[in-house]
């Protein structure tokens, strides 16, 4: 075996002082590089499963405010609803009671007009008979002023158109 090592060319002193500083390189790299990057990665692993721990917190209180908002959204709904149907029954009872009104008033104007034209109907019958009364007064006036041989058909019929003019 010692003469493969040395047709190989291996040096015994001198692979074991490499063996001896590979092992001091990996013992000082191990303690100030190894572990500070371990120690580095841990961390950040850590601040990920936080991150992702809170981002699936934030997701359930999300999933919850969306809940509670759709709740709120529904009795905001309703409540409208209410208010609507509300201030519809409150229109139509207005409507009703200004329909009642109008027709109230209505009646009041048909009333009134009703008793004025009974008034002028009246007045006017009043003013036809005191017309008529003075017609007939004239014609008995003429009539006796004639004398009952003067009168014929020719004077009734001017005294007709003369009343018919008036």
Same mark, same amino acid.
């Given at each position: 075996?010692?003469?493969?090592?040395?047709?190989?060319?291996?040096?015994?002193? $001198?692979?074991?002082?490499?063996?001896?500083?590979?092992?001091?390189?990996?013992?000082?790299?191990?303690?100030?590089?190894?572990?500070?990057? $371990?120690? $580095? $990665?841990?961390?950040?692993?850590?601040?990920?499963?936080?991150?992702?721990?809170?981002?699936?917190?934030?997701?359930?209180?999300?999933?919850?405010?969306?809940?509670? =908002?759709? =709740?709120?959204?529904?009795?905001?709904?309703?409540?409208?609803?209410?208010?609507?149907?509300? @201030?519809?029954?409150?229109?139509? @009872?207005?409507? /009703?009671?200004?329909?009642?009104?109008?027709?109230?008033?209505?009646? /009041?104007?048909?009333?009134? @007009?009703?008793?004025?034209?009974?008034?002028? /109907?009246?007045?006017?019958?009043?003013?036809?008979?005191?017309?008529?009364?003075?017609?007939?007064?004239?014609?008995?006036?003429? @009539?006796?002023?004639?004398?009952?041989?003067?009168?014929?058909?020719?004077?009734?019929?001017?005294?007709?158109?003369?009343?018919?003019?008036?």
């Amino acid at each position: 075996m010692e003469q493969l090592v040395s047709q190989l060319g291996i040096d015994w002193k $001198l692979l074991l002082s490499q063996a001896v500083n590979f092992a001091l390189l990996l013992i000082v790299l191990r303690i100030f590089v190894y572990k500070p990057v $371990l120690k $580095l $990665l841990h961390d950040r692993r850590a601040k990920i499963e936080g991150g992702l721990a809170k981002a699936e917190e934030a997701e359930k209180r999300l999933h919850e405010v969306d809940l509670i =908002g759709k =709740g709120k959204i529904k009795d905001a709904e309703h409540e409208a609803m209410g208010i609507l149907k509300r @201030t519809e029954s409150d229109a139509k @009872t207005l409507e /009703e009671k200004l329909l009642a009104e109008a027709k109230r008033k209505e009646d /009041e104007a048909v009333g009134a @007009t009703a008793v004025r034209l009974r008034t002028q /109907e009246e007045e006017s019958r009043r003013a036809m008979e005191k017309e008529a009364a003075a017609l007939v007064k004239q014609a008995l006036v003429r @009539t006796v002023e004639l004398a009952p041989d003067a009168i014929d058909d020719a004077l009734i019929a001017k005294a007709v158109r003369e009343a018919g003019a008036k």
